[in-house]
Structure formats: structure tokens, C-alpha cells
């Protein structure tokens, strides 16, 4: 079947707008995973989810990031108020279940002007 | 905490070359290891996955080992192809988390 998508494939924005990030995960899959990975730096876990629950919301940067996740299937990333260091390519990643085989997608491209 | 090193950060060899990436952990419970490609302006693309009880996995030309007691991983690619190049990054999944930890990864370019 599909893999992972991603939508927007690239998002420009001014620095105080908000913006939604969506991950469509593979079929079937209960886990999926937010990762934020920066020029010249490594993959940054965000968060994760089992089902429509995130047992850990630990790796969220600030209080300005909010995900969800609906049905068990489609997830959303909120940044609310963006800066300038929120720029970064935002990956999402989805497993049959937690500690499975990860699949990626093609990652949206965050620009805050 | 879990730490993830990978090394070398950057490899350029000629096309045709066996290769080794290497990839060391410092907390030894691990529940897997997966070794990831990423092509410039990419997500990335699962290659292996080592479940701990094991000691290594194969695909094609890729061979993947684990050697827990002493906290490292290696990605051997033989007969490098220019198609090849890109970035690998390993992942370990620690026995008490379902996080995985990642490597800064490898920048490989195989060239002609």
C-alpha cells in the first residue's frame, strides 16, 4: 500500500502566524512518531503516539507544540506563534506498533520569515 | 541516557569499495537498532532492522551486525556503487523506551 505522506511538502511563513503540519501514517500502523531534524543537526524526537494517545510528550520544545492524532490514523502538528528557530524539516514516522520497524515520510519543510 | 556515535561523520571512497559504517551506543538494554539512508532533501528509508537477540541482518549488498556487550553496530556495504551515496543514520530503540535515539549519521559519497 501507500507509504507515509506528508502535507505540506514546504511551508513558508511569517514569524507569530501558526501552522499545521499533517502525517498521513501507512495503513494498519498504531504507532507513529514527530521528529524535527535542523540544518546541521541530528533527528530531534517530538513526540509519539500508540493509538489516539501520545504517552510522551517529553521531547516537545515548548508549550507553543501541540500534535494529535484522530482515529488512530491521521495526525496533526500544531506550532502555534512560530519563530524563526522553528525552522526545520518535520518528519513523521509510523510503525505497526511501538518499537517496530519505523517508516518515514518525505518530511515538511518549515521556513519562518 | 542513551547516546548514539557515528563514525566516520563524513566517507568518500571509489566506486566499487567494501565499506564499514560504524555506530556505538552507550546503554547496552537495547530493544533494536535500525540503519537508515537519507538522500539530501529526503525522508528516510529503513534498510535493516536488528531485534537484540539478534546478531545481524541482510539485504543485498548491505550487512548490518550487533554487538551488544560492547555497544556497537556495523553496516558493512559491499562493491559500493555511486548510487549509494547519501546519509546513513542508525537509530536505537533503548529496552526501557519506546524512543529511539539517533546517530548524527555518516555522510557516504561513492564516486565514479
Known amino acids: 500500500g501507500a507509504g507515509v505522506s506528508q502535507s505540506p511538502s514546504n511551508k513558508v511563513t511569517e514569524k507569530g502566524k501558526d501552522v499545521e503540519l499533517r502525517c498521513d501514517p501507512i495503513?494498519?500502523?498504531?504507532?507513529l512518531y514527530w521528529y524535527r531534524q535542523s540544518l546541521g543537526q541530528g533527528l530531534e524526537f517530538l513526540i509519539y503516539?500508540?493509538?489516539?494517545?501520545?504517552?510522551?510528550k517529553s521531547g516537545l520544545p515548548s508549550d507553543r507544540f501541540s500534535a494529535e492524532r484522530t482515529g488512530g490514523s491521521v495526525s496533526t502538528l500544531t506550532i502555534q506563534r512560530t519563530q524563526q528557530e522553528d525552522s526545520a524539516v518535520y518528519l513523521c514516522?509510523?510503525?505497526?506498533?511501538?518499537?517496530?520497524?519505523?517508516?518515514f515520510g518525505p518530511g515538511t519543510r518549515l521556513t519562518v520569515t | 541516557k542513551q547516546e548514539v556515535t557515528q563514525i566516520p561523520a563524513a566517507l568518500s571512497v571509489p566506486e566499487g569499495e567494501n565499506l564499514v559504517l560504524n555506530c556505538s551506543f552507550t546503554?547496552?538494554?537495547?530493544?533494536?537498532l535500525q540503519w537508515f539512508r537519507q538522500d539530501p532533501g529526503k525522508g528516510l528509508t529503513s534498510l535493516l532492522l536488528?531485534?537484540?537477540?539478534?546478531r545481524e541482518q541482510t539485504s543485498g549488498r548491505l550487512n548490518a551486525s550487533l554487538d551488544k556487550s560492547s555497544g556497537r553496530s556495523t553496516l558493512y556495504i559491499a562493491a559500493s556503487q555511486p548510487g549509494d551515496s547519501a546519509t546513513y543514520l542508525c537509530?536505537?530503540?533503548?529496552?526501557?523506551?519506546?524512543?529511539?535515539?539517533f546517530g548524527r549519521g555518516t555522510s557516504l559519497i561513492v564516486h565514479p
Open positions: 514516522a509510523s510503525s505497526l506498533e511501538v518499537r517496530y520497524e519505523q517508516y
Open positions: 495503513s494498519g500502523h498504531t504507532a
Open positions: 503516539f500508540q493509538g489516539n494517545s501520545a504517552p510522551d
Open positions: 546503554d547496552s538494554a537495547i530493544y533494536n
Open positions: 536488528i531485534q537484540s537477540s539478534q
Open positions: 537509530a536505537v530503540t533503548s529496552g526501557g523506551s519506546y524512543i529511539p535515539t
